[in-house]
């Protein structure tokens, strides 16, 4: 029975953000996207100190008015014409059009800004994905990497956009507007805003709590995307077991913690939002006994009590925008401290400070001098390997399962990383040789190939900026795999299914060797590329390869003995060191593991003909 979900800290493939930090530290990651388009900013800035002058003229222009209206009903002697006040009528409606303007541009602005520094971020953030090694994503969830690397990031261009704006419209013109009211009367404005301290007090409290909310919404999301990405993937699998009722079970208990984390955060939204109104009103209740005494006492002129409270009214606006700016802000603090802990990941591998950049291409010798290698839990795989493959040789590796000839070839690409002095590329510490020259003149081929989806033409050229029809297909030619693929409909231009579903497994490695092969590697590593295809076909391919290996250095990793038989050289690996070394011949002799593996195929070779 399945257990009901928990979404957990510890949780396999969590990505651990940095302690908890304050709003403004969270997002000071931000600083240089901010420089790049501080011009912009600062324009937008300007506009909004205009925009709100502006605005804070209305209620200057309505004192003028009451003011003469209250002037014209005590003395008999002064009138106010029609005329009159049409020009006031129409002097705001100018003002009103001309700030609109100005705060339609400022939006323009501050919008466009927002989306662009949007697009510098995740540019970044895809860039540094890029460089984390491989084994930085044996543990990491995709899905997560996926929430991040969209909603987190469209969270964080809420803050430069829209919460930003509302921000200093609100911090500007309550400045503005607070100058203003003092000057009509200071202990009226003392009073009238006694409840904004309490809303200070709330609003800290408000986002402090928002942000843990907000962090767990995102984790929440996360592993929703995450059991959506393995259930497409394994969608195959799932129906093979008739799994769907189960894998639909348990995907509705991840929406609805996610749903329920939702809901935790909306009850405190809905319990805050009020406060913000209520309190506001507070003041204005005051205003009403305590400026209306003002104007009977002769204290203040009418004009002076609409203006405030206009003004007062006015404030109500950046409080009511004040639960959306620290509902917006805490969210994309919390998602910029969720992108922060990708982006202080370090790469394992990179191009360190001993590396020689006149290195421009390889030959192709290898060279593993005492080579011992492990996981980072303490697993040993690799121990005391020395081997010397000579440019232009073939060197074949057998051995069982886990005994670790996958890993040795990783070494070679640096895709796993080994000690420094033990793995050597003609003589050179790979270590020392530019990451791109050494990977760019190694062409490898998986057991499980990862295809793309995209054409096949672009799947097979995918290792070169240029490739013509003659290369591609020459290379499909080699790959056995150019008579299938003239007998596609569309043939170079069929559309491969996500990772190269929509063809058979046999076709998607010998795409991946056409692959390997069309970039003409100085060294060509087979990793078992010959499993999903029958002996025959693979004779075909071995054969057509005979000229290419011959100029290049080759390691074949395989389970069939006919694979590497006239290898120059073949090694046996148990329990991560070479046990047996020797040509075919050599090995047989010996009588050891590999003639124990020989005579075994050899014998179910005969029980298949029977």
């Known amino acids: ?81 029609p005329g009159r006040i049409l020009f006031f009528a129409l002097l705001i409606f100018g003002v009103a059009l001309f700030a609109g303007i100005l705060r339609f541009a400022q939006r323009r602005i501050i919008q466009g800004v927002a ?66 009211m003092l000057q009509i009367d200071a ?54 077991y008739t799994l769907e009722e189960s894998e639909i079970g348990h995907f509705q208990e991840l929406n609805q913690a996610f ?74 603090a919390a998602s910029m401290d969720r992108i922060q802990a990708i982006l202080d990941e370090k790469p394992e591998i990179f191009d360190g400070e001993d590396v020689k950049w006149g290195i421009k ?9 005492n080579l011992n290698f492990g996981y980072p839990d303490g697993t040993p795989v690799l121990k005391d390997i020395n081997l010397r493959v000579k440019r232009g040789t073939t060197l074949a590796i057998v051995g069982g399962t886990g005994s670790g000839k996958s890993t040795l070839v990783n070494l070679i690409s640096r895709i796993r990383q080994a000690e420094r002095g033990t793995v050597f590329v003609d003589g050179v510490d790979i270590q020392d040789i530019p990451l791109n ?47 299938q693929i003239e007998e596609f409909p569309d043939g170079l231009e069929t559309f491969l299914g996500e990772r190269g579903i929509t063809i058979s497994g046999g076709q998607r490695q010998r795409s991946a060797l056409a692959r390997a092969i069309i970039i003409k590697p100085k060294i060509l590593i087979l990793d078992d590329a010959f499993a999903n295809v029958d002996t ?26 006919s694979t590497v038989k006239n290898a120059d050289h073949i090694i046996v690996l148990n329990d991560g060191s070479i046990v047996e070394t020797g040509t075919h011949e050599q090995l047989i002799e010996q009588n050891g593991i590999y003639a124990n593996i020989y005579e075994t195929q050899l014998l179910q070779e005969e029980l298949e003909e029977l």
Not at 157 to 176: E, H
Not at 442 to 467: C, H, K, M, T, W
Request: with cysteine; proline share 3%; glycine share 6%.
């Open 536 to 561: 025959q076909t693979e004779d075909t391919i071995l054969s057509r390869l005979d000229e290419i290996m011959r100029n290049r250095t080759t390691i074949l990793i395989s389970h069939r003995i």
């Open 437 to 483: 020259v050494l990977r760019s003149n190694i062409g490898f081929v998986e057991q499980e190939p990862f295809l793309f989806s995209d054409y096949l033409r672009n799947n097979i050229a995918y290792g070169l900026e240029i490739a013509n029809d003659e290369a591609i297909r020459d290379a499909a030619h080699t790959a056995d795999l150019l008579d």
């Open 115 to 180: 989306r662009q520094m949007e697009f510098h971020l995740r540019a970044d953030f895809f860039l540094h994905l890029q460089k984390l090694s491989a084994a930085y994503y044996d543990n990491v969830r995709t899905g997560d990497l996926m929430t991040r690397a969209t909603s987190d990031l469209n969270a964080i261009r809420m803050v430069l956009s829209s919460a930003v704006m509302y921000t200093a419209d609100a911090i500007v013109f309550f400045g503005f507007a607070l100058v203003i």
């Open 361 to 369: 291409d390889i030959e192709g010798e290898i060279e593993f001098r």
């Open 187 to 240: 202990t009226l404005t003392v009073v009238a805003l006694l409840p904004y301290p309490i809303l200070a007090v709330l609003i800290r409290s408000l986002g402090k709590r928002l942000h843990a909310h907000y962090e767990g919404i995102q984790e929440a999301f996360s592993t929703l995307n995450t059991k959506v990405q393995e259930n497409l993937s394994g969608v195959r699998v799932v129906k093979a």
């Open 1 to 81: 029975m399945r257990q009901n979900i928990k979404i957990k800290d510890t949780a396999r493939g969590k990505i651990h953000s940095p302690e908890r930090s304050p709003t403004i530290r969270s997002l000071l990651g931000l600083k240089k996207y901010i420089i790049r388009y501080r011009y912009a900013i600062i324009i937008s800035f300007c506009l909004v100190i205009v925009t709100n002058v502006l605005l804070l003229i209305s209620p200057r222009i309505l004192k003028m008015v009451f003011d003469e209206l209250e002037r014209a009903l005590r003395d008999a002697n002064f009138t106010v014409s």
């Open 259 to 332: 749903v329920d984390r939702n809901h935790r955060q909306i009850r405190l939204m809905t319990f805050f939002f009020p406060l913000f109104r209520f309190l506001p009103g507070i003041g204005r209740v005051v205003l009403l006994w305590m400026g209306g005494l003002l104007v009977i006492q002769g204290e203040i002129t009418l004009g002076d009590f609409v203006a405030f409270n206009a003004y007062l009214m006015m404030l109500v606006r950046p409080m009511i925008t004040l639960g959306f700016i620290v509902n917006t802000f805490e969210r994309g």
